[in-house]
Protein backbone atom coordinates (compact mmCIF):
# COMPACT_ATOMS: atom_id res chain seq x y z
CA UNK A 1 0.00 0.00 0.00
CA UNK A 2 1.33 3.17 -0.73
CA UNK A 3 0.13 6.68 0.78
CA UNK A 4 -2.94 7.48 0.17
CA UNK A 5 -4.70 10.65 -0.01
CA UNK A 6 -6.71 12.38 2.73
CA UNK A 7 -9.46 14.98 2.57
CA UNK A 8 -11.55 17.08 4.91
CA UNK A 9 -14.21 14.33 4.39
CA UNK A 10 -12.03 11.22 4.64
CA UNK A 11 -9.87 12.80 7.99
CA UNK A 12 -12.04 11.58 10.72
CA UNK A 13 -12.64 7.90 9.05
CA UNK A 14 -9.35 7.07 8.28
CA UNK A 15 -8.19 8.58 11.45
CA UNK A 16 -11.18 5.98 13.43
CA UNK A 17 -10.40 3.14 10.55
CA UNK A 18 -6.44 2.76 11.63
CA UNK A 19 -4.64 1.75 14.53
CA UNK A 20 -1.58 3.73 13.09
CA UNK A 21 -2.35 6.58 11.14
CA UNK A 22 0.41 9.24 9.97
CA UNK A 23 -1.48 12.61 8.58
CA UNK A 24 0.80 14.81 6.90
CA UNK A 25 -0.15 18.15 5.89
CA UNK A 26 1.17 19.26 2.16
CA UNK A 27 1.34 21.34 -0.48
CA UNK A 28 2.14 21.12 -3.98
CA UNK A 29 4.61 24.19 -3.94
CA UNK A 30 6.43 22.67 -0.79
CA UNK A 31 9.70 21.66 -1.67
CA UNK A 32 10.51 20.31 2.05
CA UNK A 33 7.16 18.69 1.72
CA UNK A 34 8.35 16.83 -2.01
CA UNK A 35 11.82 15.56 -0.69
CA UNK A 36 9.91 13.90 2.23
CA UNK A 37 7.61 12.07 -0.07
CA UNK A 38 9.47 9.15 -1.59
CA UNK A 39 10.46 8.45 2.26
CA UNK A 40 6.93 7.92 3.05
CA UNK A 41 6.40 6.06 0.36
CA UNK A 42 9.09 3.86 0.85
CA UNK A 43 8.10 3.44 4.56
CA UNK A 44 4.37 2.66 3.79
CA UNK A 45 5.26 0.18 1.72
CA UNK A 46 7.69 -1.70 3.82
CA UNK A 47 5.51 -1.00 7.44
CA UNK A 48 2.23 -2.32 5.26
CA UNK A 49 -0.20 -3.60 7.51
CA UNK A 50 1.25 -1.65 10.71
CA UNK A 51 0.30 1.80 9.61
CA UNK A 52 -1.51 3.55 7.17
CA UNK A 53 -0.38 6.85 5.92
CA UNK A 54 -2.03 9.43 4.13
CA UNK A 55 -1.30 13.25 2.54
CA UNK A 56 -3.57 16.12 2.37
CA UNK A 57 -3.23 18.83 0.16
CA UNK A 58 -3.50 22.56 2.58
CA UNK A 59 -4.73 24.62 -0.48
CA UNK A 60 -7.43 22.22 -1.83
CA UNK A 61 -8.67 20.80 1.71
CA UNK A 62 -8.14 23.78 4.04
CA UNK A 63 -10.19 22.75 6.97
CA UNK A 64 -8.70 20.07 8.78
CA UNK A 65 -5.44 21.79 8.59
CA UNK A 66 -6.76 24.73 10.25
CA UNK A 67 -7.99 22.83 12.78
CA UNK A 68 -4.91 20.95 13.57
CA UNK A 69 -3.83 24.06 13.84
CA UNK A 70 -0.61 23.58 11.16
CA UNK A 71 1.37 26.55 11.09
CA UNK A 72 4.63 24.85 9.17
CA UNK A 73 4.44 22.15 6.27
CA UNK A 74 5.55 19.31 5.96
CA UNK A 75 3.59 18.67 9.15
CA UNK A 76 2.76 15.30 10.58
CA UNK A 77 0.36 13.91 13.12
CA UNK A 78 0.91 10.38 14.29
CA UNK A 79 -2.73 8.91 15.56
CA UNK A 80 -3.13 5.49 17.75
CA UNK A 81 -6.71 4.20 17.74
CA UNK A 82 -7.87 7.89 16.78
CA UNK A 83 -6.32 9.55 19.48
CA UNK A 84 -3.28 12.19 18.65
CA UNK A 85 -0.23 10.91 20.20
CA UNK A 86 2.79 12.66 18.39
CA UNK A 87 3.76 15.88 16.12
CA UNK A 88 6.51 16.72 13.85
CA UNK A 89 7.01 19.35 11.23
CA UNK A 90 9.93 19.62 8.74
CA UNK A 91 11.63 16.80 7.03
CA UNK A 92 13.34 13.71 8.54
CA UNK A 93 15.24 10.97 7.82
CA UNK A 94 13.93 7.91 7.21
CA UNK A 95 15.61 5.95 9.92
CA UNK A 96 14.00 8.75 12.28
CA UNK A 97 10.52 8.46 11.30
CA UNK A 98 10.50 4.52 11.18
CA UNK A 99 12.01 4.83 15.24
CA UNK A 100 9.09 7.08 15.34
CA UNK A 101 7.04 5.60 14.40
CA UNK A 102 7.41 2.35 16.03
CA UNK A 103 7.49 3.76 19.32
CA UNK A 104 3.83 3.71 19.43
CA UNK A 105 3.04 0.43 17.68
Same mark, same amino acid.
Given at each position: M @? /? *?KSTDET !???LKKENKIFLWRATADWCMPCKSLSPVLEEISNEMKGQIVI???NIDLEPNVPTTMAVKSIPFMAL !???GKLVSQK /???HLKANLV @?? *?KEYL
Open positions: @S /V *I !FEKADQ !FKD /VGT @SW *I
